[in-house]
Nanobody
Framework: VQLQASGGGLVQAGGSLRLSCAASGRTFSSGPVAWFRQAPGKERESVAAMELWTLGTYYADSVKGRFTISRDRDKKAVYLEMNNLKVDDTAVYFC????????????????????WGQGTLVTVSS
């Protein structure tokens, strides 16, 4: 599957953005989907994930209550709604998926995902 992330941009602190991740080749019905991010000089970190069999979700503590992961009915796109953005949210955001299942407790582990999008830059200004 090929993933294409989009929706990044420049926004002021407190603002909102909606990231999209479109899949081609197959839908997102086959496994979990996740959003990761990497800020300059920092390691990649998990942001949010969704297990598509149970629709269980995972959110990093830093984004709980502000970010929401969702998918469309056709399972061809996944979204990350980001509200009340903070300067610390500035990063390149990547979507990822895996053909198969990941245990709910492991949805935040990047090494378990086998397909990645190219990333979209989110810049939050103060």
């Amino acid at each position: 599957v090929q993933l294409q992330a989009s929706g990044g941009g420049l926004v002021q602190a407190g603002g909102s953005l909606r990231l999209s991740c479109a899949a081609s080749g197959r839908t997102f019905s086959s496994g979990p989907v996740a959003w990761f991010r990497q800020a300059p000089g920092k390691e990649r970190e998990s942001v949010a994930a969704m297990e598509l069999w149970t629709l269980g979700t995972y959110y990093a503590d830093s984004v709980k209550g502000r970010f929401t992961i969702s998918r469309d009915r056709d399972k061809k796109a996944v979204y990350l709604e980001m509200n009340n953005l903070k300067v610390d949210d500035t990063a390149v955001y990547f979507c990822a998926t895996k053909y198969g299942r990941i245990a709910p407790s492991a949805l935040n582990r990047a090494e378990l995902y086998d397909s990645w999008g190219q990333g979209t830059l989110v810049t939050v200004s103060s």
